[in-house]
């Protein structure tokens, strides 16, 4: 044993060499953390002082608020660090074994190791300890931040301003207005009369025009060359004429605004603005843009095409509707130009209030004749509607019936509101609501283009519109929409990052955290793991199970076993890939057991029988049996009960534990050879022999009857009317047996016919005790018939009928 502890030490001293290099690195990394923790530290003490004295501007706050979630997302980030290396020297220190208690003493090299890797240990552990306490700091600080932005928001949208129905705020937002339009065409002209200007246009002449050209052309030309485009793209197939359709309508809104971008870069290339028209010359492209937009929403929703009708409107409203469309686009424009003015040249309250209270009040009687229209148009659909509509179109009209009469309201709330001074609050629902309105109506026209696409592609055209794949874009689209339907509401891109950083920080499960990436990565390797078991599983069954000469059974056990196999490892490198520690699974698992205890005793013990059935197949796929009373054909066998198909074509449902607890008759198993018993009578006067020779004829010529072992006729016995006969015969494949059975009473038939043959029915003789009392009755007729077999029975009293048998002995009766 002593070479062995010799080289034990020397390898500890190895190791120990090798940590004392490692400290100084280690060392040199502390000092940078702690230099980043120090400049952290000033950032909150910072960001304290700001939240306490709650002086700075909304956009300060936003600016600090970035730079606190950045340090954030790098304490984040190093709470994870070094994590494998962390587990290593705790597997190091684990390998040394328990620290020596009190009095206790272990060898010298052995004590230093362990003290290196315990400081090397702590090394580690320190930055992270740090960047938690780090990250609970900057997570309160940015709430503190966001609570107060909140509170200022909601302050403005709450305060309550000058009313614009004051006739005494009318001219201060006139002349507010024309300040503002003097101002800008005052620099405008000096901006075109100014000599650097003109200077200017002269050296960028050429590109002025050509951006001037290629402008109009877009401007002029931009909706013909869509349609020769369209032309052009249904050459392809008139299958796609949908997706043809929606392109085109997109070249009709993207040529007009590329022609406008070069209009602007023509006339900010000029320089022929000035400070006030350069800033509002930034946002023409996108009031052009929403112009458009909403021009083609109009024409997509409200089209005078059936096929392309999304939202149907009585004849002769079409225009009406769109010009309304557009009054929107316009209003919103205006409501933009108002703010953009009220920035640059500071207005004020009266004037904003002013100016602001006729927009909002279009936009309401917009929508409110919107509203009015589609109430109409609601009445028209009520009167052809039918129960045959899909569950889809259905959900669909709903929530349209819904955006409808909360538009109603704003429309009726947001004039009110404002006309008392809140135009802060009005204009936070009424244009909300609008844009709302648009964003529906571009998620309606995306999901028909969607359906259109899917259906063309897969050539199933209109009927994809009403496939699951149709309701499953919807989802995805309703999704997509939520951040965009909280950004028009009010909520700040910082509330979106803020919920996305938590929605991917996940949560925890006792000492399991669950992330977004865990399950993206769960989901991912388990559907690979699938994936690959069910190509394996078809390449077996389909390939190679096939050309071996395992039976069908066989076949099914292999591949539904290796199917379950593949799903249990698929699943445990899913778990393990994902990072879950099984053992936080024990819990579950000794609750679980408690309820298969209790609840669970039926399933388990059909999962157990249905492992049973695969191993050790006492019946297998195809085989025909009879369980319960019930006959048919296996069909499949899973881990907790078994289809059995009848002959009656209907699908039977057994629990395992039945086929394994229960009796079970398997009349193909291991091979489908089988018997078959055809029994038939025959007149007392019959030659028995004869009747032996023609039955044993009948059946050795029927080919479906094996001949070794050759098949029998039984003499059965003496039976009241006839003599009982059996044909007993092996046949080569069971499943026949009733078409076997069938044959042989045909040929039966035929052959007794022709050998005059008499296969006989039962007889009955009717005695009546007391024919006086009939006749006496006046039935005495009846009863006279009576006395022929062939005659339809009486009904006379239960007390004077007796029935003999004529097979029997003896004058016994039988009272009925």
Not at 314 to 334: C, F, K, S, Y
Not at 751 to 767: L, S, T
Request: with cysteine; proline share 4%.
């Amino acid at each position: 044993m002593t070479p062995i502890i010799t080289a034990l030490r020397a390898l500890l001293l190895g190791l120990a060499l090798m940590a004392s290099l490692v400290m100084p690195a280690m060392a040199q990394l502390s000092e940078e953390s702690r230099a980043a923790y120090q400049k952290w530290l000033k950032t909150a003490e910072r960001a304290e002082e700001v939240i306490d004295a709650n002086r700075a501007s909304s956009a300060a706050m936003e600016a600090l608020r970035l730079e606190l979630t950045s340090y954030r997302q790098e304490f984040l980030e190093a709470r994870t660090d070094n994590g494998d290396r962390i587990r290593t020297l705790e597997s190091q220190l684990e390998a040394l074994g328990p620290a020596p208690g009190e009095g206790e003493t272990e060898p010298e090299d052995i004590a230093q190791l362990r003290a290196s890797l315990q400081s090397q240990l702590n090394e580690l552990k320190v930055p992270r300890i740090v960047s938690e306490e780090a990250y609970n700091r900057a997570n309160g600080l940015i709430a503190e931040i966001d609570k107060i932005i909140r509170e200022r928001r909601t302050r403005t949208l709450l305060e309550r301003g000058p009313s614009p129905l004051n006739p005494e705020h009318w001219g201060e937002a006139w002349r507010a207005l024309a300040r503002s339009g003097t101002a800008l065409w005052n620099e405008t002209a000096y901006k075109i009369g100014s000599a650097t200007t003109r200077e200017r246009i002269q050296n960028s002449l050429p590109a002025l025009l050509f951006l001037l050209t290629i402008s109009l052309l877009l401007l002029l030309r931009g909706r013909p060359w869509a349609h020769r485009a369209g032309e052009y793209l249904r050459s392809f197939g008139s299958s796609g004429r949908g997706v043809w359709t929606f392109v085109v309508s997109l070249l009709e809104v993207i040529l007009p605004f590329v022609g406008i971008i070069c209009l602007v870069a023509a006339v900010n290339l000029s320089g022929v603005l000035g400070i006030r028209g350069s800033i509002l010359l930034d946002y023409v492209p996108g009031w052009a843009l929403l112009i458009l937009s909403f021009h083609w929403l109009g024409n997509q929703l409200f089209s005078s095409r059936i096929e392309n009708e999304l939202v149907p409107v009585q004849e002769g409203r079409l225009n009406e509707t769109r010009l309304m469309v557009d009054i929107l686009a316009l209003i919103l424009v205006a409501q933009d130009v108002l703010r953009q003015l009220e920035v640059i040249d500071n207005l004020p309250p009266e004037a904003h209030s002013a100016l602001s209270f006729p927009l909002i009040l279009a936009a309401a009687l917009v929508l409110l004749r919107l509203h009015r229209i589609g109430v109409k148009q609601r009445q028209k659909q009520a009167e052809t509607d039918t129960e045959e509509d899909g569950a889809l179109t259905a959900g669909a009209n709903r929530v349209i019936s819904i955006v409808r009469r909360g538009s109603y309201l704003l429309g009726f709330i947001a004039p009110v509101l404002a006309a008392f001074g809140y135009v802060n609050a009005a204009e936070a629902l009424i244009f909300p609501a609008v844009s709302t309105l648009a964003l529906l109506a571009a998620l309606l026209v995306v999901h028909r283009f969607l359906d259109d696409l899917y259906g063309w592609l897969s050539g199933q055209g209109q009927d994809a519109r009403e496939s699951l794949v149709s309701v499953m874009l919807g989802f995805a689209l309703a999704a997509v929409s939520l951040p965009l339907l909280a950004l028009i509401w009010g909520a700040r891109v910082a509330d979106l990052t803020e919920l996305w950083s938590k929605f991917l920080a996940g949560f925890s499960v006792g000492d399991v955290q669950i992330s977004p990436t865990a399950f993206l990565t769960f989901a991912i390797v388990f559907g690979a793991g699938y994936t690959v078991t069910r190509l394996v599983q078809g390449s077996l069954r389909n390939s190679l199970l096939p050309k071996t000469r395992i039976d069908a059974g066989g076949q099914n056990a292999i591949t539904a076993g290796l199917g379950y196999v593949g799903i249990f490892l698929a699943a445990l490198a899913a778990i393990t890939s994902a990072g879950i520690d099984l053992t936080a699974l024990g819990y579950v698992a000794g609750a679980l057991s408690v309820g298969i205890g209790f609840g669970l005793q039926n399933i388990v013990s059909n999962f157990v029988s249905g492992i049973i059935l695969l191993i050790e197949r006492p019946i297998s796929k195809g085989d025909w049996i009879e369980v319960g009373g019930l006959m048919g054909y296996v069909r499949d066998i899973s881990v907790r009960s078994t289809r059995i198909e009848t002959f009656d074509r209907s699908d039977v449902i057994v629990p395992n534990s039945d086929l394994i607890s229960g009796t079970v008759t398997n009349f193909t198993r291991g091979n489908t050879v089988g018997r078959v018993i055809v029994p038939v009578g025959v007149a007392y006067d019959t030659d028995p022999r004869k009747v032996e020779a023609i039955l044993s004829e009948i059946a050795r010529a029927h080919p479906m009857v094996l001949l070794n072992p050759a098949p029998s006729v039984v003499f059965q016995g003496f039976g009241a009317d006839s003599l009982n006969f059996e044909i007993r015969a092996i046949l080569r494949d069971v499943n026949w047996v009733l078409s076997v059975k069938s044959d042989m009473n045909y040929e039966i038939a035929k052959r007794f016919q022709e050998e005059g043959i008499e296969i006989p029915y039962a007889q009955r003789d009717i005695w009546i005790r007391n024919p006086e009392a009939l006749a006496a009755s006046g039935v005495a007729g009846a009863g006279a018939r009576a006395m022929s077999p062939s005659s339809a029975p009486l009904k006379p009293d239960a007390e004077d009928l007796n029935l003999t048998d004529d097979a029997d002995e003896g004058d016994s009766d039988v009272d009925k």
